[in-house]
Structure formats: C-alpha cells, structure tokens
C-alpha cells in the first residue's frame, strides 16, 4: 500500500473494486495519472474519483484546458457540481505548437494546489498527444510533486500515457473497451442525461502502484469486480 | 423577509417647515426609517428602498407586524408610502411598483401574487432602478446603488411580441425557450418575474469603512505603494473585526501627483478582512492598470458586509477559507479570463445539457454565462452565450 499503510492519507476512489487495486485509494500529497487511449473511460473514472470526494464533502478542482469536461455527465456520476472549480480552457489540442496552452493549465494548477482547499486536483491532459505530453519538461512534474507534497491535495493527471507521477503515487492504466461508445462512461457522455452510467460501465484497468506493479488487465462492470 | 418602501412622486408629502418640498430628501428619509426596523437596507432607485428582515422577527414581528410598523411610522412623519412585504427581495420590489397601500404576502404566495401583475411593472422598475443610479439627486443621497438589475427593455419588447402580458405569462414560459432566444439575460429575467432573488446584498453607504492617508512624499512604483496599502488595509481590517465584518468590495481612489484620481475596484467573491488578501487584489488590480504618475494620496473604502466563519464542526462540512479562495479565484480570472473559471450549474433546457457557470464558492451567479453543450461537442465547438473568451 502506498503511503505506509497510512490510510488517512489516501483518497478512496469512488469505486471499491478500483480502491481495492491502488491499496486503499490515491495518495495524498502525491501526483497519480489516468492514462489510456480515447475512449477508454478516462473521463469515467475521473468522474467516479470526484464524486467521492465531493461525497466526503471535499471541493474538487477540474484543471480542463481543453475544455471538454461535460457538466451533466458530471452530474450524472453524482458530482456536487457546487463543490467543484472547473477551470476551463478554450481547446488548442489540436493546435501544433501547445507549450502555452501546457504552461497556462500548470499555472492555474499550481495556484490551485497553493491554495490548499482542495482535496482532489485533476489536471486533464487527456485531449493532447502522446508526442504533445511529451514537450512537457521532467522539471515541470518536479516542481508540481514538490508543491503537493505533504499536503492532503491528491493530484490527478489524465492522460494518453503514463508521463509523471510522483514517488509514492500510483497509475491507473486503462484500456479501450470492447464496447465503449455504447456503455462507455467517457467523453461519449451517459446514454441519457440522468441515468447512472457507472453501473452499466466497462472499464478495464492496470494499476501500477508506488511499490508494485500488476501486469494483467482487470475488467470491472459497474460497482463490481468481474475479474 | 424583505419590505420595500416607495414614495410615488405623487405623494412626496414630505416638506421642510417652510413648505418647500424636498423630494431628493426622501430617500433619505426612507433609508432613515428602513434602518429603525433593520440594519440591511438597500436604495434601488430615488424613493425606492428595500429593507431585509430575515432573521430578527423576534424584533420586528411576523410581515403583517412589520407592514403595520412600517405604515404608522411612514404616517407619522407625512410620508405616504406604497410598502410591499414579500419572503423575496424582487417579489417586494415588483408587487410596490402595482400596489398602493401597504400590501403583504405570505411566504409561498408570491408566484401567485405576481402571477397577476402587468408585464410593465418590470419595465417601470427598470426605469426607476436606472434613473436612480444616474440621476443627480441620487449623487447626493450617502447610500450605495443596489446590485439588481432587470435585464432590460429589448428582452421585454420581444417577450411583449410573443403575447406575454403579465409576469405569470413570463413565468409559465419553457426556460429552455427563454435560454435559447434570449440567452442568459431571458432567464434572469424569468427568476425575476418568478419572484426569485439572485443578486447580493448591497451594504449601505454609512456603514462603509474608509481611511484616507495623505502622504507627506508622493510614492512611485508598485512596490513602494503596496507597502502604504498594506498599512492603510491593516487599520481597515482592525475596523472590520470589531465590526465582525469583511470587506465585500473595495475600492481604492489614489490621487496622483497630476490631479487626476487612479480608481480601482476590487469585488470579493466572500467577504473577508485579512488584510494581506486585500492588499494582494489590488496590487493585481494595479498590475492591470498601472499607475501613469506619482501617489500622493491614498483613500480605501470598504464595504462591510458579514463574514462567514469557517465552521468548525465534527458533524458540519468545512467551510472554505475566504481570503484563500477569493485571492485564487482572482488570480485564475487573471489567467483564463473572467467567466472561464467556476462552479458549473445545470440549467434547464431542451436537451438537458445545459449549463452556467457561477461563481466558486457557490452563490449569487455572476455574469451569466448559460451554455448549452450536447454530447459530442467538444472544446470550441460548444454553444457559448454571453461568455468571455478564455486562454487557457
């Protein structure tokens, strides 16, 4: 388990099959990754992360450069939106040059995670490539693991591969599912506005935490644990 | 509770000994009688006054009480007053602009009451709203202009063009219809003739704090101005603590060395009174807008209003600290642009994908911003209204 066996210094997931393989939850004062390809639910689990944590009556914030991130589907996973700061951006991952749009959302970021207030701190990436995370300095991810740690922020990445978590944080790694766009709980959004979508979600997840690493792929429906 | 207090123009009774007639004393003398039943007044307008009474009906008793206090004391002093009583602000408001005499509803009443009223009560409140923000009597009345403003006449021109004719017919109206053909401003609009409060309380002007600080060798630069603030904020928040208050606005007038007045106004997202947070803001605010000479004279005015203390409580859910959350939020406006950084909240529209963003921490929406963003729409792609374009 991350943080040695400490649980209070973990965020529980939102989902115990998920809680069950990172140990607990994410790490406190530590920057995790959601990393997959499109449409592998990132977005879902985010979603899933921040609902439990405005269900412990904590305030989250959406650092959401891109600007994609989608109330309703938010709402849907039982996100307090009043609980949530969401700092959008205008898009620009389809722009060549995204330094500044990279720089902008790590500064909103740092000033977020100075602030204090915020138990889960997701920066989501997840609209850039491969190749456009990585124009991003290893220097930049040292200055952020330096100003979560510590405190009780648990720092979220999403993005298209693993690219920067911290010592004691842990990588969910997730796989395109079989069947996303239909039940997938990602980007698509719910089926419909209002329904549950994590119960009829397919996510297949790798975690790989601070001090282990588990190769297999676990495939969960809903709040359970398939295999 | 709020009672709203008008003078018609008509029945400006009011007069020195002399005879002459005094009207742009009345508002004074509203205020003046507004205050006797509470301490939260608010002038909308020349002879236009709300008063909140929400939370000292111990004191004032229940609304029929207070309308009756209210007359009698109006009556006392030969002001012959229009006085609406509501469980709402903009119910008060609109329900004085159609009734004469004293007129109370009861709480839960109010859509049913308003429901009747003509469409054009919202427009003579605008006008009135408007003529007392601009007009010279209202220079010279020491209160601070309220924060509500009706969304104005073209939105009621074309609702008018529909065949909507009383707020009621405004109220049944599909808000998802509203948002799309009028934008925010429609929905504003709706929660108005609803009857529904969605501005912050403006304090009056005479419980401001102000502190002026000539200075013996005018100052240049930022830096050493910054270190004057932080002495002039240190004694306003001394203030402001023994009035269990923070500040809420505050602005900054610095008279420079040319004559000119440099104003600045910083407007809190909660109020606060650490002083290091204040003096951040405006420095932001100066970077902003830089000062072209040298300062000679320095004057902050404060308006109070009460702070919410952070609750500490095993059973409550943790408040957020003011300062820290006000000093983030105004420095994420300065990065993204305003508007672009916030609570989301759902609005009621077609598809059910509708959103506006409001301001973190939750309360009175600012700058509406409703959007609408079906699945599948992405980044720019997204129907945007009346929001200010982001660079983040």
């Known amino acids: 388990m991350a943080c040695g066996q400490r649980p209070c210094d973990l965020a529980d997931s939102g989902h115990p099959g998920l809680d069950e393989l990172l140990g607990g939850g994410f ?79 790590l500064t909103a970021l740092e000033l977020v995670i100075d602030a204090g207030e915020f138990g889960v701190v997701v920066l989501d990436l997840s609209h850039l490539s491969v190749s456009q995370m990585r124009q991003v300095p290893a220097t930049v991810w040292s200055r952020l693991f330096r100003r979560l740690a510590g405190g009780k922020t648990s720092g979220l990445l999403l993005g298209p591969e693993p690219t920067a978590r911290s010592a004691e944080g842990q990588v969910v790694v997730l796989r395109a599912s079989a069947n996303a766009g239909a039940g997938d709980v990602g980007r698509a959004g719910p089926p419909e506005v209002g329904a549950r979508p994590a119960h009829d979600a397919v996510w297949e997840i790798r975690v790989v935490p601070a001090h282990r690493s588990s190769d297999a792929f676990v495939t969960f429906r809903g709040q359970r644990a398939d295999a | 509770m709020f009672a709203c207090l008008y003078a018609p123009p008509r029945g400006l009774a009011f007069q020195s000994n002399d005879g002459v007639p005094r ?136 609702v008018r063009r529909w065949g909507v004719r009383t707020l009621g017919d405004l109220a049944h109206q599909s808000s998802a219809t509203l948002l799309e053909r009028l934008g925010p401003g429609g929905l504003a609009l709706q929660r108005f003739a609803r009857g529904e409060d969605d501005a912050s309380w403006a304090e009056s002007a005479d419980q401001r704090v102000e502190l002026t600080l000539r200075l013996e060798t005018p ?61 951040t803001l405006v420095r932001r605010e100066l970077d902003l807008n830089p000062l072209r000479a040298r300062v000679s004279e320095v004057t902050v005015v404060v308006d109070p209003a009460p702070t919410g203390g952070r609750q500490i409580s095993l059973l409550a859910r943790t408040q957020l600290d003011a300062a820290r959350v006000t000093t983030l939020m105004s420095r994420l406006s300065m990065l993204v642009g305003e508007g672009r950084c916030g609570s989301p909240a759902l609005v009621a529209s077609g598809d059910g994908a509708g959103f506006a963003m409001r301001t973190f921490p939750p309360g009175p929406p600012h700058a509406e911003g409703a959007e609408r963003r079906t699945v599948g729409d992405r980044g720019s792609n997204a129907v945007q209204t009346g929001t200010s374009a982001g660079n983040l």
């Open chain 1, 27 to 105: 790490a406190r004062g530590q920057l995790s990754e959601i990393v997959g390809p499109r449409s592998s639910t990132r977005t879902g689990v985010m979603a899933t992360v921040l609902a439990a944590a405005t269900g412990r009556g904590e305030v989250v914030a959406l650092i959401d450069p891109g600007d994609q991130f989608m109330p309703t589907s938010g709402a849907a996973f039982g996100l307090d939106l009043s609980r949530l700061l969401w700092v959008r951006g205008e898009g620009g991952g389809q722009a060549r040059d995204v330094s500044p749009t990279i720089a902008r959302a």
């Open chain 2, 23 to 158: 009207a742009k004393l009345v508002t004074n003398e509203l205020v003046r009688l507004a205050r006797e039943q509470s301490p939260r007044v608010e002038v909308h307008g020349d002879n236009l006054v709300v008063l909140d009474a929400t939370g000292i009906t111990y004191r004032v008793g229940n609304s029929l009480e207070l309308g009756a206090t209210l007359r009698r004391v109006a009556a006392d002093r030969r002001l012959y007053l229009r006085i609406a009583v509501a469980s709402t602000r903009s119910a008060a408001l609109l329900i004085v602009q159609a009734r004469s005499g004293l007129t109370v509803v009861e709480p839960g009443e109010e859509a049913a009451v308003l429901a009747s009223l003509p469409l054009d009560v919202l427009r003579t409140l605008a006008r009135r709203q408007a003529r007392g923000a601009t007009g010279p009597a209202r220079r010279r009345v020491p209160v601070a202009g309220a924060g509500l403003a009706i969304p104005a006449f073209a939105l009621l021109s074309t």
């Open chain 2, 219 to 279: 100052v240049e630069g930022h830096d050493p101005l910054s270190f004057v603030l932080s002495r002039v904020f240190e004694t306003l928040c001394a203030r402001l603590a023994q009035a269990s208050a923070g500040a809420s606005v505050v602005q900054v007038r610095l008279k420079l060395v040319t004559g000119e007045i440099h104003a600045l106004r910083v407007t809190l997202a909660a109020p606060t009174r650490e002083s290091k947070a204040l003096r």
